[in-house]
């Protein structure tokens, strides 16, 4: 059973660049989809990025509008997110997540990393 453990998160002011970092404690992530998703206080969480085990396909949220980008190394046992202009409604706790087939659908995530904060103000 692969565990996930996320790091890189904190504060930040607008227009900063952040890295996010999901790394596998235990098992291996090779034959998983990996996504990251985020939840904003009073908020339900939501989709950020995803990645297929074989890093052929990839998706990102529209409303990054083209300032993220998500990356995996197998070998490492690491998925990384690179978030770039991040803006105050980027602010949430963001999760990491294996599943075991290329989808944005939370619910098809079964494993669940603990989380990281974001946090993006002046």
């Known amino acids: 059973q692969v565990q996930l453990v996320e790091s890189g998160g904190g504060l930040v002011q607008p227009g900063d660049s952040l890295r996010l970092t999901c790394t596998a404690s235990?098992?291996?992530?090779?034959?998983?989809?990996l996504g990251w998703f985020r939840q904003a206080p009073g908020n339900e969480r939501e989709f950020v990025a995803a990645?297929?085990?074989?890093?052929?396909?990839?998706q990102t949220t529209r409303s990054s509008k083209g300032r993220f980008a998500i990356s995996r190394d197998n070998a490492k046992k690491t998925m990384t997110l690179y978030m770039n202009n991040l803006e105050p409604e980027d602010t949430g706790v963001y999760y990491c997540?294996?599943?075991?087939?290329?989808?944005?659908?939370?619910?098809?995530?079964?494993?669940w990393g603990q989380g990281t904060q974001v946090t993006v103000s002046s």
């Open positions: 990645i297929s085990d074989d890093s052929i396909s990839s």
């Open positions: 235990t098992g291996t992530i090779s034959s998983y989809t």
């Open positions: 997540a294996a599943a075991s087939t290329f989808t944005t659908a939370s619910w098809m995530y079964k494993t």
